[in-house]
Nanobody
Framework: VQLQASGGGLVQAGGSLRLSCAASGRTFSNYAMGWFRQAPGKEREFVAAINWTGDRTYYADSVKGRFTISRDNAKNTVYLQMNSLKPEDAAVYYC????????????????????WGKGTLVTVSS
């Protein structure tokens, strides 16, 4: 699978941004998807995951209530709507995919997923 994230940029604290990730190379609607981020000098961390149909989601505590993950299987795209952004949300955001179809295992995703795209940079000014 090929994953291409986009939508990063510079936003003021309190603002919003929507990231997109376009997938290709396999049947998108069979696989869970996720978003991760990595800030400078820090380890990569899990942000959110969504199951293959889009009716189950899971979030890191740090973004719960502010970020929303969604997907459009007709467009082979997963989104991350980020609201009420904080300076600590600044990072490179990565789209990722589970390579096992019809599996949704959030406890596993804290450690990562199987396929990764290139990241998109989000900068939050205070």
């Amino acid at each position: 699978v090929q994953l291409q994230a986009s939508g990063g940029g510079l936003v003021q604290a309190g603002g919003s941004l929507r990231l997109s990730c376009a997938a290709s190379g396999r049947t998108f609607s069979n696989y869970a998807m996720g978003w991760f981020r990595q800030a400078p000098g820090k380890e990569r961390e899990f942000v959110a995951a969504i199951n293959w149909t889009g009716d189950r989601t899971y979030y890191a505590d740090s973004v719960k209530g502010r970020f929303t993950i969604s997907r459009d299987n007709a467009k082979n795209t997963v989104y991350l709507q980020m609201n009420s952004l904080k300076p600590e949300d600044a990072a490179v955001y990565y789209c990722a995919a589970d390579n096992t179809p019809w599996r949704f295992n959030p406890s596993r995703y804290y450690y990562g997923m199987d396929s990764w795209g290139k990241g998109t940079l989000v900068t939050v000014s205070s």
